[in-house]
């Protein structure tokens, strides 16, 4: 059981050492060889094995509890990949935290670890579809084991909140897994205004990224389009993403049903003049550059939306994570008919959870209509300067529509 302890305190040293470049490149490096040798399955078996006979252990060696929160302190710093949380979960990550909860405060006392698990970690673990259906399995399993202890402890409510996301999150699932779940496409051929369920549509057998209603739009698509130019990049580029096609189709649903929902009423950038000035001021010094609408679920798993100039976040990413000449040259010629949707999520190794590393997904948006990007755009460009809110709001409720 020490050998866990040393363990710990070695990917304890590393996880909290300064966040250099070269620091960094050295933990995306290790953590996976980490990870694939079972680190985080046996730090949450030995950290849960110790809480579940921590009395007895207390008494015979006072060690023992030093050794569970080193355990569980290095784990909070590795669950920010979504496989090393799931591999924690089936290790039995949540029975780990509810008895760990439901000691005396005092032995608690300055395990943040805990409260960052709860408030941050989990709830941004769930935007991944294996966590969530892990999720599904685990959490009934938990109530058994949940009692007054628990539900007095300082910790309750940052629980209850995480299982009321997670159950929302785990009906989204089981909707996307209905066989009356239809996914929606738009023709990639610019020039059509098709939309419809995805299987009325084929896609580019090279790229696989592109979809077409008809073989004469793949065509047109082919040569003026430009896709001729760009297939074999597209597919390079969609090769170096290591998130499944089931994550990414979850996180893709996930996002259009918040935005559907909220429909830009918590978009602050939005609602603020100061704002307003700024993203106005970046259209007319350059009147080519898009807006993107951002939703970061990095934080705490619910989305916190602002709209930003593409040209300044395509700056901002240093790891080449969107192909951004694609969506570039499909915005441009889609007469003002796509919004970009931009979702960020916690993904890797970081000094703390808020600069852990963010992993960025691009989300294409296609209306039958000018998009409300196109309307603000106009308003940006165009009007005389002056205060736009109430304008912005007149055309907040436009409709959404994501393929």
């Not at 066989?179 to 496409?185: Q, T």
Request: charged share 25%.
């Amino acid at each position: 059981m020490f050998s866990f302890h040393y363990l710990a305190s070695f990917l304890g040293d590393l996880e909290y050492c300064d966040d250099s470049e070269h620091t960094m490149d050295r933990k995306f490096t290790l953590w996976p060889v980490l990870f694939a040798s079972g680190v985080v399955q046996s730090l949450t078996t030995a950290s849960r094995i110790i809480s579940e006979t921590n009395a007895r252990l207390q008494n015979e060696n006072a060690s023992f509890p030093a050794i569970h929160f080193q355990c569980l302190e290095t784990l909070h710093g590795l669950l920010t990949w979504h496989h090393a949380m799931l591999e924690s979960l089936r290790a039995g990550l949540l029975p780990l935290i509810v008895r760990t909860a439901s000691m005396p405060k005092e032995n608690t006392e300055g395990v943040d670890a805990l409260q960052t698990l709860l408030d941050h970690i989990l709830p941004g673990s769930t935007v991944s579809y294996t966590v969530v259906a892990e999720l599904k399995v685990q959490l009934p399993a938990v109530d058994s084991i949940i009692g007054p202890e628990f539900q007095n402890s300082r910790y309750a409510s940052s629980w209850e909140s995480f299982v009321s996301l997670a159950r929302r999150r785990i009906d989204l699932m089981d909707e996307m897994d209905t066989k009356a779940s239809v996914v929606f496409k738009a023709c990639d051929n610019m020039d059509c205004d098709t939309m419809g369920p995805k299987t009325n549509f084929k896609r580019c057998s090279n790229c696989r990224e592109a979809y077409y209603c008809s073989v004469d739009c793949q065509k047109i698509d082919w040569g003026s389009g430009g896709h001729r130019k760009r297939c074999h990049s597209i597919r390079t580029h969609s090769l170096k993403n290591d998130l499944d096609a089931k994550n990414r189709a979850f996180m893709r649903r996930l996002l259009r049903a918040d935005l559907v929902e909220r429909r830009y009423e918590e978009a602050l950038s939005l609602h603020d003049p100061g704002c307003l000035f700024f993203l106005r001021d970046t259209m007319r010094r350059d009147p080519s550059d898009l807006l993107v609408t951002v939703l970061d679920y990095s934080a705490n798993g619910y989305p916190r939306m602002h709209i930003e100039g593409l040209a300044q976040l395509r700056a901002d990413d240093e790891r080449g994570a969107v192909y951004w000449e694609e969506h570039i040259a499909r915005a441009a010629r889609s007469r003002g008919r796509m919004e970009l949707h931009l979702m960020l999520v916690r993904d890797g190794p970081g000094s703390d959870w808020v600069h852990r590393r963010k992993r960025w997904l691009m989300f294409p948006q296609r209306s039958e209509y000018p998009s409300f990007h196109h309307a603000l755009l106009q308003i940006f460009r165009h009007r005389e300067e002056t205060d736009e809110t109430e304008t912005v709001a007149q055309i907040m409720n436009s409709a959404v529509k994501i393929h």
